[in-house]
């Protein structure tokens, strides 16, 4: 598996160090604010290709974006806030989640094959299926007899 794909042990979080544990606050406090939406993502890795699946829910197909920019997939998209959020004389009280455009980078350890990715949307998930380049599939080799 690619070393970039791998997370860490929920049970190292009893390890970290005070600097990491205020670095990871720090950015989780200061990347929400201007995401405004947050897509969860799940990878796995195949002999021959990778499965992303990312939460999408509220988002429309005709608003998402899928790149390659060398072994990297980016995702950009909208969710559009629910309709009573630009309704007159409605107060908040509770707002965990609001509309905005989105984007999410992916990074793959080996080259991809950007000409085969296949992206679906299904029932708030996008399903990227995206080939590893030729070049890096394993190959079997036939071992011919001597004469």
């Known amino acids: 598996m690619a070393r970039e794909l ?3 042990d929920p049970f190292d979080l009893a390890f970290m160090s005070l600097r990491e544990a205020i670095d ?3 950015d989780q406090a200061l990347m929400r604010p201007y995401s405004g939406f947050s897509t969860p ?3 796995y890795e195949q002999p021959d290709r990778y499965h992303v699946s990312i939460l ?3 988002v429309r197909p005709e608003s998402l974006e899928v790149q390659t920019l060398g ?3 980016i995702i950009r998209g909208e969710v559009t806030p629910p309709e009573i959020e630009r309704e007159k004389n409605v107060a908040a009280l509770r707002c965990e989640w609001t509309g905005g455009r989105f ?13 085969h990715i296949e992206a ?3 029932n708030g998930v996008l399903h990227l ?3 590893k380049a030729e070049s890096v599939r394993p190959r079997v080799i036939k071992v011919q007899v001597a004469r």
């Open 71 to 73: 072994s990297s997939v």
């Open 56 to 58: 999408m829910p509220g």
């Open 41 to 43: 993502v799940n990878i």
């Open 6 to 8: 791998m997370t860490r």
């Open 120 to 122: 679906r949307l299904e």
């Open 24 to 26: 990871r606050v720090f």
């Open 103 to 115: 984007a999410r980078t992916i990074e793959f350890g080996d080259p991809i094959d950007a000409d």
């Open 129 to 131: 299926t995206v080939p």
